[in-house]
C-alpha cells in the first residue's frame, strides 16, 4: 500500500502529465527513470535527446511522443533510416492505433500518407520539407530514431537537413545509440532547434557478459573478480584463457606452424561453425546472432552447419516454419523463386539456420526476422547490417572475427562496432543476462579484446557536406545569404566551431616554441636563420626536381599502358607482379589506365601505374584468340601456357630511361649553393649543431602553418562549400545572379527534385539530351550507371551493352561518361573533388529486366546477388520517378513511367 506522500506525487504527475500515467499504465512493466525522464520533457512539449545502449528501451520515448501529439491532435512523424525498420515500426503502431489512423511512406511504398501518424524514411521528410509540403501542417512532433544515422558518409546529410529546416514549433524526438559525445550533440540541437531536455543512460537492462570461445571450450573473458558490467580501463584477463593461448604460441613454428617433434605441422584453426552452435547449444545460448561481415562467409556458415547434420528444430516449429514461409512467399512467381534458390533457403530455414545480408531480397530478409522474433530461428549469421536498428534481439550475439572489410581494406573492429554488434545480447523480459562470445580465429589478442570490451565509446561525428540539390533548394527556399546562416547552424559547423577553440591555443604554445628555437639557434658568425634558410630552399628544390623526374616516368608508363593493344606481351620491372604477362582487355584512357592482363601462371589482375615502380615493356606478342573469356579459370592457364611456350622468343627489355644521362641540375639550385658556399655561418664550427635546432624550428614552423591552415578551413567551411557548389550550378545555367543574390532558373527547378549523389550529372544528361533517344528499358540502363556503387570485380568484367557499342545505348552510355567529365572537371576546379565515375555493372541485366525477362534470365552469367538485384532496382526505378516528373519532354517523362511499370514486378514488386 502506497504512502500518503507517494499518492500526493502521483497525483500531481496525473494533473501535470495525465496522458503520461495513462501511457505507462497501458504497459505491462514500469517506467525505467531515464524513459521517464525523457518522456516527462516530450509532455512539457520540449525537444528530446535520448542516448542509451541498444535494448535499453528508448523507442518507447518516441511511441510516447506519437500517443502524446496523437492525443492533441496534432500530427506526427516517426522517421527510421531504412524501410525495414519502417515497415516494422508501421506494423506495430497499426496494432495500436488502427489502419486507418498510420500511413507509411518510403522511396516505393504510400500507404494512407494523410493520415496522423506517419512512418517514413528520413530522406522523405527533407523531400516534404523543400517541397513545402502541406503534409507539414499541423505537425507537433518527429521522431528521429537511430539519429547516430548522421555520421553515415552518404545520407548523413539529410539527419541533419531534417533538424535544421523543421518548423519551430514542431518538436524533435532523437533516438541514439550509446554516444560518447552525447552532451555535445545535446548542446548542438538546443541551440538549432531550442530547449532540448538531454537523457543519457549507460545502464544496459540485461547485463552483458563477454566470453571467448576456443577449442578447448568456452570461457569468461575476464578474472575471476573483475566486474564485467564495470570492468575498468584494463581490466584482468582470464589466466587460463591465457595460458592455453600463450602454450598454443610457443608450440608455433615460423608463420604460425605448429611445430611437432621438430617438423612443422598444421596451424590451430578456430572450431568449426558446428561445434560453436553445438556448444552455444549445450549451454542454454541459444538463439544466436553469429556476425561474419561478409555475404559469401554467412552463407557458407549456413550451408556448413547445415551439411553436418545438425537441426535444431522440432517437428512442430518445422510445420510452423513452413506455414509461415507459404503464406509469404505466395505472390511471388514461381520462376523467380526458382533463381532465388528457394527450396535451398527453406530447407535451411526449417532446421532453424538462417542468413540475414544485404545480398538477400527484403522478402526473404523479412521473413528471416519475424521466424528469429517468434523464437523459430535459432541461428542467424549475419553481416552488420544487422545491427542497425531492426528489432532482432538475441540471447547471445557471436563474433567470429575482430576485424572487418570496409570496402577499402581489412581493418580492427572499434570499440563503437564492438558495443553496437553485442547490443543485440539480452532480450528485455526474456533473458536474464545477455551473452557476447568472440570465437578463436588467427591473430585474436585476448587483451586487446579485453580493453575493447570495457571501451564504450561511440564518438557521432557530422558528414554534413551541402549538395547540389541542397543548394539549389536552400537559394529558392530562404536565398543565398540566409543560406549561408543556415549552414553555418549544421552540426558539421558546431563540431568545427568548437575544435578551433583548442587549434588556437595549440597554435599559440607553437608559436611559443618557435620563439625559443630562434633563441638556440643564434651564431656569431652572422644570422644563421638566414643560412638556414638557404640550405632548407635547396633541399625543397633537390626534392621537387626528383619528383619531377618521377612524375616524367609515371607519365611515360601511363602512355605505354594506355597504347597496349590486345595480345602485346609486357615485362613487368620488379614488384610482387614481376614477370611477363599478356594484355586482354587494353585501357585507351590516358588518365590511369588499367588494361587487364594474364601471366604466365594464368593470372589475372589490372595494370597499375602506381604498382609499376620499376617500369614496364612492350617485348613481343602472342595470338590471343577472338572468343577468349578472360572470366574462365581453364581459358586463363591456357593462355597463360601458350604465353610461357612462347617466352624464348620475346625480346630482351629495353634499359630506355635507365641509362640516362644524370638530370642537370637547373640555375636556381646552382645560385643557392653558391649563396650558401658563401655564407659566413658556413663555416661555423657549430653549424651542424645549430642546423638541427634550425630544422625543429621549420618543422614547428609547418605544424604551425598547418594548425592555423585548419583554423581557417574550419571557418566558415561548409558555407565555402555552398559558395562553391552555386559557382558549378551558375557556370550550368541552373542558377544566375540577380544584382548581388542568387536566383534558381528553369532548370534549377528541375533540379530541386533530383535527389542523388549524382544528382548534377543526371540533370545535365536530362538538360543536354543526352538520353532522349532511349526507349523505356534503355533509359532505366543508362540511369543505373548513376545510381550503382561500381565493385572491385566488375574491373575484370567487360561489361554487356545491349545493341552494342554503337547501337543507341551504347551512343548515350558513352555521352553520360562525357557529360559526367564535364561536371567532374568543374568540380575540381572548383576545389569541390572528383564525382563519382558512371558504373556500367548492371546496365545489362537492368534492361534485360525492363524488358520483362525472368531474373533467372537477366542475372545469367553474372555474381550479381539477387537481394542487390532487387535493392539496384529499387533504386533506379526510385530515379526514374525524379526523371519522370522533372525530364524536360513529355516523350521521356512517358518513357521513364513506362520503365517503373515495367519494372515493378514480381520480387522487385514486393
Given at each position: 500500500?502506497?504512502?500518503?506522500?507517494?499518492?500526493?506525487?502521483?497525483?500531481?504527475?496525473?494533473?501535470?502529465?495525465?496522458?503520461?500515467?495513462?501511457?505507462?499504465?497501458?504497459?505491462?512493466?514500469?517506467?525505467?527513470?531515464?524513459?521517464?525522464?525523457a518522456c516527462e520533457a516530450v509532455a512539457e512539449g520540449r525537444s528530446v535527446l535520448v542516448a542509451a545502449p541498444t535494448g535499453a528501451g528508448k523507442t518507447l520515448v518516441g511511441e510516447y511522443a506519437i500517443r502524446h501529439a496523437y492525443n492533441h491532435n496534432l500530427k506526427a512523424f516517426y522517421t527510421t533510416p531504412i524501410k525495414a525498420l519502417s515497415n516494422q515500426k508501421y506494423q506495430d503502431l497499426r496494432a495500436v492505433y488502427g489502419d486507418s489512423a498510420v500511413g507509411l511512406l518510403t522511396g516505393d511504398t504510400s500507404v494512407n500518407p494523410d493520415a496522423d501518424i506517419v512512418v517514413m524514411t528520413t530522406e522523405v521528410v527533407r523531400n516534404m520539407i523543400y517541397a513545402g509540403?502541406?503534409?507539414?501542417?499541423?505537425?507537433?512532433?518527429?521522431?528521429?530514431?537511430?539519429?547516430?544515422?548522421?555520421?553515415?558518409?552518404?545520407?548523413?546529410?539529410?539527419?541533419?537537413?531534417?533538424?535544421?529546416?523543421?518548423?519551430?514549433?514542431?518538436?524533435?524526438?532523437?533516438?541514439?545509440?550509446?554516444?560518447?559525445?552525447?552532451?555535445?550533440?545535446?548542446?548542438?540541437?538546443?541551440?538549432?532547434?531550442?530547449?532540448?531536455?538531454?537523457?543519457?543512460?549507460?545502464?544496459?537492462?540485461?547485463?552483458?557478459?563477454?566470453?571467448?570461445?576456443?577449442?578447448?571450450?568456452?570461457?569468461?573473458?575476464?578474472?575471476?573478480?573483475?566486474?564485467?558490467?564495470?570492468?575498468?580501463?584494463?581490466?584482468?584477463?582470464?589466466?587460463?584463457?591465457?595460458?592455453?593461448?600463450r602454450r598454443h604460441a610457443q608450440s608455433e613454428g615460423p608463420r604460425g606452424k605448429h611445430v611437432v617433434g621438430g617438423r612443422r605441422g598444421r596451424a590451430r584453426r578456430s572450431p568449426p561453425r558446428f561445434a560453436v552452435v553445438d556448444q552455444l547449444d549445450r549451454q542454454g545460448l541459444l538463439p544466436a546472432i553469429v556476425f561474419v561481415f561478409s555475404r559469401a562467409g554467412c552463407e557458407d556458415a549456413v550451408d556448413q552447419v547445415r551439411a553436418s547434420g545438425l537441426t535444431l528444430t522440432t517437428d512442430d516449429e518445422r510445420r510452423e516454419i513452413a506455414a509461415l514461409i507459404e503464406e509469404r512467399v505466395g505472390g511471388v512467381p514461381s520462376e523467380d523463386l526458382g533463381a532465388l534458390g528457394f527450396l535451398h533457403w527453406r530447407d535451411h530455414l526449417e532446421a532453424g539456420i538462417a542468413a540475414h545480408h544485404a545480398g538477400m531480397i527484403p522478402l526473404f530478409k523479412e521473413i528471416v526476422e519475424e521466424l528469429f522474433r517468434r523464437g523459430l530461428i535459432k541461428v542467424v549469421y549475419a553481416t552488420e547490417t544487422l545491427a542497425l536498428g531492426i528489432n532482432m534481439p538475441a540471447r547471445s550475439v557471436v563474433l567470429e572475427k575482430l576485424v572487418k572489410w570496409d570496402g577499402q581494406g581489412h581493418k580492427d573492429l572499434t570499440a563503437g562496432e564492438y558495443t553496437?554488434?553485442?547490443?543485440?545480447?539480452?532480450?528485455?523480459?526474456?533473458?536474464?543476462?545477455?551473452?557476447?562470445?568472440?570465437?578463436?580465429?588467427?591473430?585474436?589478442?585476448?587483451?586487446?579484446?579485453?580493453?575493447?570490451?570495457?571501451?564504450?565509446?561511440?564518438?557521432?561525428?557530422?558528414?554534413?557536406?551541402?549538395?547540389?540539390?541542397?543548394?539549389?533548394?536552400?537559394?529558392?527556399?530562404?536565398g543565398a545569404e540566409r543560406a549561408r546562416e543556415v549552414l553555418e547552424m549544421s552540426f558539421a559547423q558546431f563540431q568545427a566551431d568548437q575544435s578551433v577553440v583548442g587549434k588556437a591555443r595549440r597554435a599559440q604554445e607553437l608559436e611559443r616554441t618557435l620563439e625559443g628555437y630562434g633563441e638556440a639557434v643564434e651564431c656569431d658568425r652572422g644570422d644563421f636563420m638566414e643560412y638556414a634558410r638557404l640550405r632548407h630552399d635547396l633541399n625543397r628544390l633537390q626534392k621537387g626536381q626528383s619528383k619531377a623526374v618521377q612524375r616524367k616516368k609515371r607519365e611515360a608508363t601511363a602512355e605505354t599502358l594506355a597504347g597496349l593493344s590486345r595480345g602485346d606481351v609486357v615485362r613487368i620491372g620488379g614488384g610482387r607482379r614481376a614477370g611477363v604477362a599478356v594484355v586482354v582487355v587494353p585501357d585507351d584512357r590516358l588518365e590511369q589506365p588499367r588494361p587487364v592482363v594474364i601471366t604466365d601462371e594464368g593470372r589475372q589482375f589490372r595494370l597499375a601505374i602506381n604498382e609499376l615502380h620499376h617500369g614496364l615493356d612492350v617485348v613481343g606478342a602472342v595470338k590471343v584468340p577472338r572468343r577468349f573469356d578472360h572470366r574462365d579459370a581453364r581459358q586463363r592457364r591456357e593462355l597463360g601456357q601458350v604465353v610461357a611456350q612462347a617466352k624464348g622468343t620475346f625480346e630482351a627489355p629495353s634499359r630506355r630511361g635507365q641509362s640516362a644521362a644524370p638530370h642537370t641540375p637547373d640555375a636556381e639550385i646552382t645560385r643557392l649553393r653558391q649563396r650558401m658556399q658563401g655564407h659566413p655561418c658556413h663555416a661555423c664550427p657549430e653549424r651542424e649543431d645549430h642546423a638541427r635546432w634550425a630544422e625543429r624550428y621549420f618543422r614547428t614552423m609547418r605544424d604551425k602553418d598547418r594548425v592555423v591552415g585548419e583554423i581557417q578551413r574550419a571557418t566558415g567551411s561548409i558555407a565555402?562549400?555552398?559558395?562553391?557548389?552555386?559557382?558549378?550550378?551558375?557556370?550550368?545555367?541552373?542558377?544566375?545572379?540577380?544584382?548581388?543574390?542568387?536566383?534558381?532558373?528553369?532548370?534549377?527547378?528541375?533540379?530541386?527534385?533530383?535527389?542523388?549523389?549524382?544528382?548534377?550529372?543526371?540533370?545535365?544528361?536530362?538538360?543536354?539530351?543526352?538520353?532522349?533517344?532511349?526507349?523505356?528499358?534503355?533509359?532505366?540502363?543508362?540511369?543505373?550507371?548513376?545510381?550503382?556503387?561500381?565493385?572491385?570485380?566488375?574491373?575484370?568484367?567487360?561489361?554487356?551493352?545491349?545493341?552494342?557499342?554503337?547501337?543507341?545505348?551504347?551512343?548515350?552510355?558513352?555521352?553520360?561518361?562525357?557529360?559526367?567529365?564535364?561536371?567532374?572537371?568543374?568540380?575540381?576546379?572548383?576545389?569541390?573533388?572528383?564525382?563519382?565515375?558512371?558504373?556500367?555493372?548492371?546496365v545489362g541485366p537492368i534492361h534485360g529486366w525492363a524488358q520483362g525477362k525472368s531474373l533467372d534470365t537477366v542475372l545469367a552469367g553474372s555474381d550479381i546477388a539477387p537481394g542487390d538485384m532487387v535493392r539496384w532496382c529499387k533504386q533506379v526505378i526510385d530515379a526514374l520517378d525524379q526523371i519522370a516528373d522533372v525530364a524536360p519532354t513529355e516523350t521521356l517523362r512517358t518513357r521513364a513511367r513506362s520503365a517503373i511499370t515495367a519494372m515493378r514486378r514480381g520480387v522487385v514488386a514486393y
Open positions: 500500500m502506497s504512502t500518503p506522500a507517494e499518492r500526493y506525487a502521483a497525483s500531481r504527475r496525473r494533473n501535470r502529465h495525465g496522458d503520461l500515467v495513462e501511457f505507462e499504465e497501458s504497459l505491462s512493466f514500469p517506467l525505467d527513470p531515464f524513459q521517464r525522464e509540403s502541406s503534409t507539414l501542417d499541423r505537425l507537433g512532433v518527429v521522431v528521429l530514431d537511430e539519429v547516430h544515422y548522421l555520421a553515415d558518409r552518404f545520407r548523413g546529410s539529410v539527419w541533419e537537413e531534417v533538424i535544421i529546416h523543421l518548423d519551430q514549433m514542431t518538436s524533435v524526438i532523437a533516438l541514439s545509440a550509446t554516444v560518447s559525445n552525447a552532451e555535445e550533440f545535446g548542446a548542438w540541437l538546443s541551440e538549432v532547434r531550442g530547449d532540448t531536455k538531454v537523457v543519457v543512460s549507460e545502464h544496459r537492462p540485461v547485463p552483458l557478459w563477454p566470453h571467448v570461445l576456443i577449442r578447448e571450450g568456452m570461457f569468461d573473458l575476464y578474472a575471476p573478480g573483475v566486474n564485467a558490467q564495470e570492468p575498468g580501463p584494463n581490466p584482468r584477463i582470464n589466466p587460463e584463457v591465457e595460458a592455453i593461448l553496437q554488434l553485442t547490443g543485440r545480447a539480452g532480450r528485455r523480459g526474456i533473458d536474464v543476462e545477455g551473452h557476447a562470445v568472440v570465437v578463436e580465429h588467427p591473430g585474436l589478442d585476448v587483451r586487446q579484446l579485453g580493453s575493447l570490451a570495457s571501451r564504450r565509446t561511440y564518438p557521432l561525428m557530422s558528414s554534413f557536406q551541402p549538395s547540389y540539390n541542397m543548394a539549389v533548394n536552400l537559394v529558392h527556399t530562404v565555402r562549400v555552398f559558395d562553391r557548389r552555386c559557382d558549378v550550378l551558375a557556370s550550368l545555367g541552373y542558377l544566375v545572379r540577380d544584382t548581388a543574390e542568387w536566383e534558381v532558373t528553369p532548370e534549377g527547378e528541375m533540379m530541386r527534385r533530383l535527389y542523388s549523389e549524382n544528382d548534377l550529372v543526371i540533370a545535365e544528361c536530362l538538360r543536354t539530351g543526352a538520353w532522349n533517344e532511349l526507349q523505356a528499358p534503355a533509359l532505366a540502363a543508362a540511369a543505373s550507371t548513376l545510381i550503382y556503387n561500381a565493385r572491385r570485380e566488375d574491373e575484370l568484367r567487360t561489361p554487356r551493352i545491349p545493341g552494342g557499342q554503337h547501337g543507341a545505348l551504347g551512343r548515350a552510355l558513352q555521352e553520360t561518361v562525357r557529360v559526367w567529365s564535364r561536371v567532374s572537371d568543374l568540380q575540381e576546379e572548383h576545389r569541390l573533388g572528383e564525382l563519382p565515375a558512371p558504373a556500367w555493372g548492371i
